[in-house]
């Protein structure tokens, strides 16, 4: 077992518990007790003892969509035109990139920002790829990634008919191999989703495979929606229905799928996202970097719907998105008084509930019974900050880099800022080497 102790404990439980002095006894995969420190040494004097030295103790953050294949762009110049629209980014830098990806890139081009998430503290994520000449085997390699780095991972491949039948075949039968393999684990360490590009790359008959797929192995669709203007004009065009309306209709939506950006819908497709139980995340970063329009996500939570928060492949760290969603919504709205309560429950409170319904066990919460996902964040704060003002403090005072230990699943990843039985330098190396030679084949 193992006490962490002598720190600020937040729970983010039922009760919002801040404990002062507060510690977190760890047995095994899950949370034995939380308390008083001296109380819970006295319990269990046994128990290995690591000193939080008056830091915070808090769940680990969840990202909700992250694009692990987006790696390789980083740094990468293209002769491209200057993109004037968001399809124009799709074709000239993302539609070049996924297609020159091998089975070794998926690997290190997840293991990269991997290591950059132990880092900033973020100990689960739920990932959307797309290899379209690397498919078969590829959701098993960002699996093998997550499994020896130790990221708990909900993982799924980009279903599309932009490259093909036979790729589109490969990406429906790589989905059943790879939901099928995490239904047999019974491992809340790995779980998979079937996973779509957009509504202007899927047609009705690939559409009705997919749905069909997922219904029967009970999986949920975890799929971008209506984040271009362009993918609500296709869908208009060619099926005379908005985006939201589309997948509403096609029986897409319902609590175990997700509907990535939502962007450009309207008060009855918010009214379907909301009767249906899907989960909408919100991509603050990349929105904004793609042009593409802010979200209406005080209209969406105001109608009830499940709205988290993600990164799209924009960053490893969840605390930049935490603060740019709030300060985009306030710029939008000219309100400077908005936003301020909807997204910290975003981060901190739907992300969890989003991430929950995949698994048996429950992360998100420091409480007896929850999985060991526990971070300790060196911040020392300059005000009295207690249960009601820590998420003010981590909007204002906290970015990933200030977390010094990030453990998933009882186990530590990372102590004091140095990663454990991980070889960065090599993963780092190799990866340079891989992302090297992908620039020179595009």
Same mark, same amino acid.
């Given at each position: 077992?193992?006490?962490?102790?002598?720190?600020?404990?937040?729970?983010?439980?039922?009760?919002?518990?801040?404990?002062?002095?507060?510690?977190?006894?760890?047995?095994?995969?899950?949370?034995?007790?939380?308390?008083?420190?001296?109380?819970?040494?006295?319990?269990?004097?046994?128990?290995?003892?690591?000193?939080?030295?008056?830091?915070?103790?808090?769940?680990?953050?969840?990202?909700?969509?992250?694009?692990?294949?987006?790696?390789?762009?980083?740094?990468?110049?293209?002769?491209?035109?200057?993109?004037?629209?968001?399809?124009?980014?799709?074709?000239?830098?993302?539609?070049?990139?996924?297609?020159?990806?091998?089975?070794?890139?998926?690997?290190?081009?997840?293991?990269?920002?991997?290591?950059?998430?132990?880092?900033?503290?973020?100990?689960?994520?739920?990932?959307?790829?797309?290899?379209?000449?690397?498919?078969?085997?590829?959701?098993?390699?960002?699996?093998?990634?997550?499994?020896?780095?130790?990221?708990?991972?909900?993982?799924?491949?980009?279903?599309?008919?932009?490259?093909?039948?036979?790729?589109?075949?490969?990406?429906?039968?790589?989905?059943?191999?790879?939901?099928?393999?995490?239904?047999?684990?019974?491992?809340?360490?790995?779980?998979?989703?079937?996973?779509?590009?957009?509504?202007?790359?899927?047609?009705?008959?690939?559409?009705?495979e997919v749905v069909s797929a997922a219904k029967g192995l009970g999986a949920g669709i975890?799929?971008?929606?209506?984040?271009?203007?362009?993918?609500?004009?296709?869908?208009?065009?060619?099926?005379?229905?908005?985006?939201?309306?589309?997948?509403?209709?096609?029986?897409?939506?319902?609590?175990?799928?997700?509907?990535?950006?939502?962007?450009?819908?309207? %008060?009855?497709?918010? $009214?379907? +996202? /909301?009767?249906?139980?899907? &989960?909408? @995340?919100?991509?603050?970063?990349? *929105?904004?970097?793609?042009?593409?329009?802010?979200?209406?996500?005080?209209?969406?939570?105001?109608?009830?719907?499940?709205?988290?928060?993600?990164?799209?492949?924009?960053?490893?760290?969840?605390?930049?998105?935490?603060?740019?969603?709030?300060?985009?919504?306030?710029?939008?709205?000219?309100?400077?008084?908005?936003?301020?309560?909807?997204?910290?429950?975003?981060?901190?409170?739907?992300?969890?509930?989003?991430?929950?319904?995949?698994? %048996?066990?429950?992360? $998100?919460? +420091? /409480?007896?019974?929850?999985? &060991?996902? @526990?971070?300790?964040?060196?911040? *020392?704060?300059?005000?009295?900050?207690?249960?009601?003002?820590?998420?003010?403090?981590?909007?204002?005072?906290?970015?990933?880099?200030?977390?010094?230990?990030?453990?998933?699943?009882?186990?530590?990843?990372?102590?004091?800022?140095?990663?454990?039985?991980?070889?960065?330098?090599?993963?780092?190396?190799?990866?340079?080497?891989?992302?090297?030679?992908?620039?020179?084949?595009?």
């Amino acid at each position: 077992m193992l006490l962490i102790g002598n720190g600020k404990v937040f729970t983010r439980d039922e009760n919002n518990q801040f404990i002062e002095n507060g510690a977190v006894l760890i047995d095994g995969k899950v949370i034995k007790a939380i308390g008083k420190t001296e109380d819970l040494k006295k319990q269990y004097p046994q128990a290995d003892f690591k000193d939080a030295r008056g830091r915070l103790v808090m769940p680990g953050f969840i990202n909700t969509h992250m694009h692990y294949y987006s790696t390789f762009a980083r740094g990468m110049s293209l002769d491209s035109p200057p993109a004037t629209m968001f399809s124009m980014i799709l074709e000239n830098l993302w539609w070049k990139l996924d297609k020159q990806l091998t089975l070794e890139d998926v690997y290190y081009s997840a293991a990269g920002p991997m290591l950059d998430q132990i880092k900033s503290g973020v100990t689960t994520v739920i990932d959307h790829h797309a290899s379209p000449y690397a498919v078969k085997g590829s959701l098993f390699k960002i699996a093998d990634a997550a499994k020896d780095l130790g990221i708990r991972s909900n993982l799924c491949y980009e279903i599309s008919d932009r490259d093909g039948a036979k790729i589109k075949d490969e990406g429906i039968a790589e989905s059943v191999d790879f939901v099928k393999y995490c239904q047999e684990q019974k491992d809340d360490m790995i779980k998979g989703m079937f996973g779509m590009h957009a509504s202007m790359t899927i047609s009705d008959s690939t559409l009705d495979e997919v749905v069909s797929a997922a219904k029967g192995l009970g999986a949920g669709i975890h799929v971008h929606s209506a984040e271009g203007i362009e993918d609500v004009a296709d869908s208009l065009a060619k099926y005379k229905m908005r985006v939201v309306e589309r997948w509403y209709k096609k029986g897409v939506l319902d609590e175990k799928s997700i509907a990535v950006h939502c962007i450009h819908v309207t %008060d009855d497709e918010i $009214g379907m +996202l /909301k009767d249906s139980g899907t &989960a909408v @995340v919100h991509n603050p970063e990349s *929105n904004m970097g793609n042009a593409v329009g802010v979200s209406p996500i005080l209209k969406m939570m105001d109608k009830g719907v499940l709205l988290g928060l993600g990164t799209d492949g924009y960053t490893a760290d969840m605390t930049e998105s935490y603060k740019v969603a709030g300060i985009l919504q306030r710029h939008n709205e000219a309100k400077p008084f908005v936003a301020w309560g909807e997204v910290p429950t975003m981060l901190f409170e739907n992300n969890k509930i989003i991430t929950n319904r995949y698994l %048996d066990g429950h992360v $998100g919460t +420091l /409480k007896e019974g929850a999985y &060991a996902d @526990v971070i300790i964040v060196d911040y *020392n704060p300059p005000t009295p900050m207690d249960a009601g003002n820590i998420n003010g403090h981590i909007l204002f005072g906290v970015t990933g880099r200030h977390v010094d230990t990030t453990i998933v699943n009882g186990k530590i990843l990372m102590d004091e800022r140095k990663l454990v039985n991980i070889d960065e330098e090599a993963i780092m190396a190799r990866s340079r080497e891989l992302a090297t030679s992908l620039w020179s084949r595009i």
